[in-house]
């Protein structure tokens, strides 16, 4: 109510002045007519002073003095006119001036009782944070989010055979409950049909299955895959599989920006610039989060009340991902068995570990499906080459190159 007062208060004053203004008027202002009458004389003056220095003839000044004389003329008309004009009477200009003062105030609470809060008491950063707390903890489950989030836009028809794939697997993995990659893959593939739902449920079972052994990228795919079947929604369950991951990795990308999502969701903007900022500082140029953080991370730190933030430049392109190539294949020929060997499996883990937890293009899938031929390890290679059937279902030409690798290795038709 204070502030209501203060507000109206301030309005009085400002109507005040103005009206003061309006039953004054300007004051010691004289007409222009009346300026210009002055200069003109001056002017007339001044045509006298040359012709006494010489400085114009005689035939000069008398005409010079009949062309000012001409303009004293009319300028004398112009004032006597503007004298005798007629001005408002007293009474008119104070119902003016009351009719503004009126207006100004009415106007003023009007506009305060419908976009403002009249008697709504201040609310203190700590309130602020005890509500978003409370909100955080009675958001909606997973389940009535999913219910609410309706389908998932921007999914493609899917192929029949890949439609007939994942129905086969999911019969596989409805009788083998202790199939841990046919969950893996069940997950995967639901996910690429738009069944996250489903595709959540399979990845939660999977991690069940690793027994403890579950990595931070487990977790935080399971997130992900909770956070797009309720729509962009983070929920309590999203937020518990988000805490497992970046328990086990606190720089993992996926899991960071679904924290900062939640934060912002539940009322504490503050905390959301906190991590999207370190996530920011994280991110390569390629990381599906890289566009919306830096459309959003400004407007967050208004609202966290950082007033100095400035965007950081865009992340450079790192090195692609590589693996073993056909000259390093050729180089291997000169080395001793032994030594072909161990450079061999040195460049197959590297580039299986790094295929695992950050993917890779369809050429370092061939390389490693290649490299594992070599070795020999025909049951990890079409272990691999089952895998990436998985991963580029949807993508036909790319398959295509990693299934060209698969053959030369034996492990396809």
Do not use: C
Request: a negative charge; proline letters at 6%.
């Amino acid at each position: 109510m204070q502030f209501t007062a203060l507000a109206i208060a301030l309005a009085a004053i400002v109507a005040a002045v103005l009206l003061i203004t309006l039953l004054r008027g300007r004051r010691g202002d004289a007409p222009a007519a009346a300026y210009d009458l002055r200069v003109y004389r001056e002017q007339l003056a001044e045509v006298d002073r040359d012709l006494a220095r010489d400085i114009i003839t005689g035939d000069d000044a008398a005409r010079i003095r009949t062309e000012v004389s001409r303009r004293v003329l009319d300028a004398d008309r112009k004032l006597a006119a503007s004298t005798g004009a007629a001005t408002a009477p007293p009474g008119l200009s104070a119902a003016a001036g009351g009719i503004v003062l009126a207006v100004l105030l009415a106007g003023t609470w009007f506009t305060y009782s419908r976009i403002g809060a009249p008697g709504y008491p201040d609310l203190p950063l700590q309130a602020r944070i005890e509500m978003a707390k409370e909100a955080r903890e009675q958001r909606p489950r997973q389940a009535v989010a999913e219910a609410e989030a309706g389908p998932i836009p921007g999914i493609e028809a899917p192929d029949p055979a890949h439609l007939d794939l994942v129905r086969q697997l999911r019969e596989v993995v409805a009788e083998r409950q202790e199939d841990l990659r046919g969950f893996l893959l069940l997950a995967r593939n639901e996910a690429a049909l738009g069944n996250f739902d489903a595709a959540h449920k399979a990845q939660a079972r999977a991690i069940d299955l690793k027994k403890g052994r579950a990595t931070a990228e487990d977790y935080a795919t399971l997130a992900d895959m909770m956070v797009i079947a309720a729509g962009g929604y983070v929920s309590p369950e999203a937020e518990a599989a988000l805490e497992n991951a970046l328990n086990r990795d606190p720089e993992n990308g996926i899991a960071l920006y679904y924290w900062g999502l939640m934060h912002i969701q539940t009322g504490r903007p503050d905390t959301a610039f906190r991590v999207w900022r370190h996530l920011l500082g994280l991110t390569g140029p390629d990381d599906p989060w890289l566009r919306p953080v830096r459309a959003q991370i400004e407007e967050l730190a208004w609202q966290a009340g950082v007033d100095d933030y400035q965007l950081p430049p865009l992340p450079q392109a790192n090195a692609p991902l590589r693996g073993p190539s056909a000259e390093d294949m050729q180089a291997a020929e000169d080395m001793t068995p032994q030594q072909r060997q161990e450079m061999i499996k040195g460049m197959v883990a590297n580039l299986s570990e790094r295929l695992a937890t950050r993917g890779g293009t369809p050429q370092e899938w061939a390389q490693l499906i290649r490299a594992l031929g070599i070795l020999g390890d025909t049951a990890q290679a079409g272990a691999i080459w089952t895998e990436a059937q998985q991963v580029f279902a949807l993508h036909p030409e790319a398959l295509q190159e990693v299934r060209q690798a698969a053959t030369s290795a034996g492990v396809a038709e």
